[in-house]
């Protein structure tokens, strides 16, 4: 059983920054990959970003690449999304998900993850 809150959402004004955050707890960090999801109102939930068990891997949809960082530290059972140069098709509540898998081809699919956060909403203004 994992346990993942997310938190740093709210409203920005468009090509501004947010960082967030989800803790993990319940099992050892290091074993799962990590992904963040967004699901915006009338949309299915989309793949945006997953970090390998180390963070040496990353993969990104492209909507973000360049824009968005996706982090974590294993010491603090914590990952991370910075999330720069925010567009307000950007807005959507965020979740992050953990997964038994650790290959990026595997890490993009929705299907791939078993336990998930509750979301955070993020709101950006133009």
């Known amino acids: 059983q994992v346990q993942l809150v997310e938190s740093g959402g709210g409203l920005v004004q468009a090509g501004g920054s947010l960082r967030l955050s989800c803790a993990a707890s319940?099992?050892?960090?290091?074993?799962?990959?990590m992904g963040w999801f967004r699901q915006a109102p009338g949309k299915e939930r989309e793949f945006v970003t997953a970090?390998?068990?180390?963070?040496?891997?990353?993969v990104y949809t492209d909507s973000v690449k360049g824009r968005f960082t996706i982090s974590r530290d294993n010491a603090k059972n914590t990952v991370y999304l910075q999330m720069n140069s925010l567009k307000p098709e950007d807005t959507a509540v965020y979740y992050c998900?953990?997964?038994?898998?650790?290959?990026?081809?595997?890490?993009?699919?929705?299907?791939?993850?078993?336990?998930w956060g509750q979301g955070t909403q993020v709101t950006v203004s133009s």
């Open positions: 998900a953990s997964s038994n898998f650790d290959g990026t081809i595997l890490l993009r699919k929705f299907s791939s993850y078993d336990y």
């Open positions: 319940g099992r050892t960090f290091s074993t799962y990959g």
């Open positions: 970090i390998s068990r180390s963070g040496g891997r990353t």
